[in-house]
């Protein structure tokens, strides 16, 4: 893939770690400049200042905002800022706007008692964090003629949109939402050239997924059953973002794409390896010859 002409942005929302810093790390190094939203606290803004250096290694703008995605007047005021500063009228500068924000509330929805029920502000904060606003920069980004025709959409999404776990509710939900906002975006932006695309990773150590109870063990789980043997890593979601970003990918559009080795394909009863738990003599019994295509 050749590098991208210097006028070219990557929006990321949820920059500094994960998958959103393997993206806008990658995507640099592919003549990108990163438009990155961010919240962080002192403790981890050496990452981040680490990122904006690779960043700017490759060449590449790295303009970063700390502040929380879901703020309405923030969100207006960053745009408004990259508008003043990089915005060349009639051009459509963001060639790729990447929702990667893991932020929520994870408690049971009932519980045993009324102190462990999740409340309303943080079942809606969840929902409007991790799924609503995918809508909202996409609207203000289209309102600013920020996003054009060529423009792909990436959105982060997970097992969690039809498994469940404990205190997992309010993100099974929003992840849900966000898939199925993607399939109406691509309808609504398909006539303008725009595409849009959930990415489902496997199980991935990030710091969001530390946050899950039980998260050492969906990772045990993840690696035994993966075809591959681990698990899935930031940046083999960030290579597939590239490759979809290829000519000629258009037409890849509306989808949830597992990035994931086929983990979320293969069902898993505690096996250490494909045959822990098979009965062998069915194998050098059986007279089915693998060879035989008659």
Same mark, same amino acid.
């Given at each position: 893939?050749?590098?991208?002409?210097?006028?070219?942005?990557?929006?990321?929302?949820?920059?500094?770690?994960?998958?959103?810093?393997?993206?806008?790390?990658?995507?640099?190094?592919?003549?990108?400049?990163? @438009?990155?939203?961010?919240?962080?606290?002192?403790?981890?803004?050496?990452?981040v200042n680490k990122l904006i250096e690779d960043i700017e290694g490759h060449g590449q703008k790295a303009v970063f905002y700390n502040m929380n995605a879901a703020d309405e007047?923030?969100?207006?005021?960053?745009?408004?800022?990259?508008?003043?500063?990089?915005?060349?009228?009639?051009?459509?500068?963001?060639?790729?706007?990447?929702?990667?924000?893991?932020?929520?509330?994870?408690?049971?929805?009932?519980?045993?008692?009324?102190?462990?029920?999740?409340?309303?502000?943080?079942?809606?904060?969840?929902?409007?964090?991790?799924?609503?606003?995918?809508?909202?920069?996409?609207?203000?980004?289209?309102?600013?003629? @920020?996003?054009?025709?060529?423009?792909?959409?990436?959105?982060?999404?997970?097992?969690?949109?039809?498994?469940?776990?404990?205190?997992?509710?309010?993100?099974? /939900?929003?992840? /849900?939402?966000?898939?199925?906002?993607?399939?109406?975006?691509?309808?609504?932006?398909?006539?303008?050239?725009?595409?849009?695309?959930?990415? @489902? /990773?496997?199980?991935?150590?990030?710091?969001?997924?530390?946050?899950?109870?039980?998260?050492?063990?969906?990772?045990?789980?993840?690696?035994?059953?993966?075809?591959?043997?681990?698990?899935?890593?930031?940046?083999?979601?960030?290579? /597939?973002?590239?490759?979809?970003?290829?000519?000629?990918?258009?037409?890849?559009?509306g989808n949830t794409i597992g990035v994931d080795g086929g983990e979320s394909k293969i069902s898993y009863v505690g096996q250490k390896t494909p045959y822990q738990y098979a009965d062998l003599n069915l194998l050098t019994e059986s007279s089915w010859d693998p060879t035989d295509v008659s």
């Open positions: 893939m050749t590098r991208k002409s210097s006028n070219q942005w990557a929006l990321i929302l949820g920059v500094s770690s994960g998958f959103g810093a393997a993206a806008a790390r990658e995507l640099a190094r592919h003549g990108y400049h990163i @438009l990155g939203i961010h919240l962080d606290r002192q403790a981890t803004m050496p990452a007047h923030k969100r207006h005021a960053a745009l408004d800022n990259f508008v003043d500063a990089y915005h060349r009228e009639g051009r459509a500068e963001i060639k790729v706007l990447m929702h990667s924000l893991a932020f929520g509330t994870l408690r049971p929805l009932v519980g045993r008692n009324e102190g462990e029920m999740i409340k309303k502000a943080q079942l809606e904060m969840t929902i409007d964090v991790m799924a609503n606003s995918l809508i909202y920069w996409i609207q203000d980004t289209v309102r600013r003629g @920020l996003l054009g025709r060529g423009a792909r959409i990436f959105a982060m999404t997970s097992d969690g949109a039809n498994l469940n776990l404990p205190f997992y509710g309010a993100v099974s /939900a929003a992840k /849900a939402a966000l898939e199925s906002y993607i399939r109406q975006l691509a309808i609504e932006l398909g006539p303008r050239g725009i595409t849009c695309n959930a990415l @489902l /990773a496997g199980v991935t150590d990030t710091p969001a997924l530390s946050k899950i109870p039980g998260a050492k063990n969906m990772l045990y789980a993840a690696v035994a059953k993966n075809p591959f043997n681990r698990a899935t890593t930031p940046e083999d979601v960030a290579t /597939a973002i590239i490759a979809l970003l290829q000519d000629g990918t258009e037409f890849i559009n």
